[in-house]
Nanobody, 121 residues
Framework: QVQLVESGGGLVQAGGSLRLSCAAS????????MGWYRQAAGKQRELVAT???????KYADSVKGRFTISRDNAKNTVYLQMNSLKPEDTAIYYC???????????????WGQGTQVTVSS
């Protein structure tokens, strides 16, 4: 069984910073893609950033230059450093990992429980 546990959300003023973490535990053979998504009230969940095993990253246009995704493979953990936060960044942030639990299994997606980020103006 695989679990993803997030931490680091909270309330911050516009222009401030937060750092989110998401750690996976359980039966894990390999993780290729780690990512962050967010869902604002009344809106669909959207991609924020992803990082693959070779370190390549991808960002939504709305966060480029402000957010940085990174990973620690030894700890099965992904981070999201969020700077220059804006009220429109307010959302529940979810991590998502593509995980292979055995050498012969296929990759499957797993989600964290979500952490609230609120940016006040």
């Amino acid at each position: 069984q695989v679990q993803l546990v997030e931490s680091g959300g909270g309330l911050v003023q516009a222009g401030g910073s937060l750092r989110l973490s998401c750690a996976a535990s359980g039966s894990i053979y390999r993780i290729n893609v780690m990512g962050w998504y967010r869902q604002a009230a009344g809106k669909q969940r959207e991609l924020v950033a992803t990082i693959i095993s070779d370190g390549s990253t991808k960002y939504a246009d709305s966060v480029k230059g402000r957010f940085t995704i990174s990973r620690d493979n030894a700890k099965n953990t992904v981070y999201l450093q969020m700077n220059s936060l804006k009220p429109e960044d307010t959302a529940i942030y979810y991590c998502n990992f593509n995980i292979k639990i055995t050498p012969i299994s296929s990759y499957q997606g797993y989600w964290g429980q979500g952490t609230q980020v609120t940016v006040s103006s």
